[in-house]
């Protein structure tokens, strides 16, 4: 059973940074590409950043050199640096393996102007 755990999200002012954090199970983690999403009020849920299991990153253009993704394969772990928060950004984000039906409770991110 896939299980797919985000965490670390919380409410930010504009400027500031969080890293959310996604623990997995129930896979072959270090086999899978990765992803983080975000869905905000009103919009479709986007990739905003994915890396592939040699650890390859690829990021949306909205947030490109603001966001870095990174992964430890031995403790199924992927992670998401956030920088220069912008309101924008605001939405629940979402960790998922590539590709996959599956998805978790996500964690919500507030960046307040």
């Known amino acids: 059973q896939v299980q797919l755990v985000e965490s670390g999200g919380g409410l930010v002012q504009a400027g500031g940074s969080l890293r959310l954090s996604c623990a997995a199970s129930?896979?072959?983690?270090?086999?899978?590409?990765m992803g983080w999403y975000r869905q905000a009020p009103g919009k479709q849920r986007d990739l905003v950043a994915s890396i592939t299991w040699r650890g390859i990153p690829n990021y949306a253009d909205s947030v490109k050199g603001r966001f870095a993704i990174s992964r430890n394969n031995a403790r199924n772990t992927v992670w998401l640096q956030m920088n220069s928060l912008e309101p924008e950004d605001t939405a629940i984000y979402y960790c998922?393996?590539?590709?996959?039906?599956?998805w978790g409770q996500g964690t919500q991110v507030t960046v307040s102007s």
């Open positions: 129930g896979f072959p983690f270090a086999l899978k590409e």
């Open positions: 998922r393996k590539i590709p996959s039906l599956d």
